[in-house]
């Protein structure tokens, strides 16, 4: 049996998130945490990989019917999920924007490749909200479907993210 209030709060949740990070970007003076917070972005290409990793290995647990292993990988992954966004709110609350310096097709595909990632973040917060939250109660078909939906989003964002580091990496100025 599901919960209407959990469901709203999943909701307000995807909004509310979203909403909070535009707005602590937004701020323009930077808060000075000092200078480790220089290497969050590379922590995040990390933990995107290390997500990746466990979003394909919680896969093939399943395929293989190992639920509790399964649990346990996409259990990571989620947590990573939390971790990722706390420190990416930490790196730009405290650092300046960094420019793409690349030319000619390159920046093109960097541009796609970032509006894409951030798109796709913000569309799959809600679909693994739900997703999570029927895995660990077992409800399987409601898992199955809402599944199918934030897979292939999520591992898309954990990707992208990956690559939009690999490619900004060479400008960063610290």
């Given at each position: ?110 541009y796609f490749n970032l509006i ?59």
């Open positions: 049996m599901e919960k209407k209030g959990l469901f709203s709060s999943i909701n307000v949740i995807s909004v509310v998130i979203p909403v909070v990070v535009a707005i602590l970007l937004g701020i323009r003076t930077k808060l000075d945490l000092g200078s480790w917070t220089q290497n969050l972005p590379f922590v995040n290409a990390i933990i995107n990989s290390t997500t990746a990793v466990l979003l394909i290995l919680g896969l093939v647990l399943i395929k293989n019917r190992n639920i509790s292993a399964h649990k346990l990988v996409m259990s990571a992954a989620f947590g990573l999920g939390g971790s990722f966004l706390v420190f990416y709110v930490i790196y730009h609350i405290s650092n300046p924007s960094t420019p793409y310096g690349g030319q000619g097709l390159i920046r093109y595909f960097y894409t990632h951030i798109g796709a973040s913000l569309v799959v917060l809600p679909f693994v909200l739900r997703a999570y939250y029927y895995g660990w109660n077992r409800m399987d078909d409601k898992h199955r479907k809402v599944v199918k939906i934030a897979y292939p989003i999520w591992l898309y964002v954990s990707v992208t993210g990956v690559l939009a580091y690999i490619m900004i990496s060479p400008y960063y100025s610290f």
